[in-house]
Nanobody, 120 residues
């Protein structure tokens, strides 16, 4: 069994910063691509950023230059540094990971989500 647990969400004023963390635990052989997704009320869940095991990254156009995704493979943890936050960044942020539980078994896991609210 594998669990992904997010932390670091909260309420912040426009222009402020938050750092989200996603810690994976359980029967982990290795973790391939990890990503952050967000879903605002009444909208679909969208990719925010993703990072491969080797460190290659992709970002949604709306967050480029403001958000930075990173990971610590030794700690099975992924981060999202969010700067210059805007009200439109308000959403539930969830982490996703493609986890190998053995050399030949790969599964996709999701965290439970953490609320980020940007408001004055």
């Amino acid at each position: 069994q594998v669990q992904l647990v997010e932390s670091g969400g909260g309420l912040v004023q426009p222009g402020g910063s938050l750092r989200l963390s996603c810690a994976a635990s359980g029967s982990i052989f290795a973790i391939n691509t990890m990503g952050w997704y967000r879903q605002a009320p009444g909208k679909q869940r969208d990719l925010v950023a993703a990072i491969t095991r080797g460190g290659s990254t992709v970002y949604a156009d709306s967050v480029k230059g403001r958000f930075t995704i990173s990971r610590d493979n030794a700690k099975n943890t992924m981060y999202l540094q969010m700067n210059n936050l805007k009200p439109e960044d308000t959403a539930v942020y969830s982490c996703n990971g493609v986890v190998l539980t053995s050399a030949s078994s790969e599964y996709e896991y999701w965290g439970q989500g953490t609320q980020v609210t940007v408001s004055s």
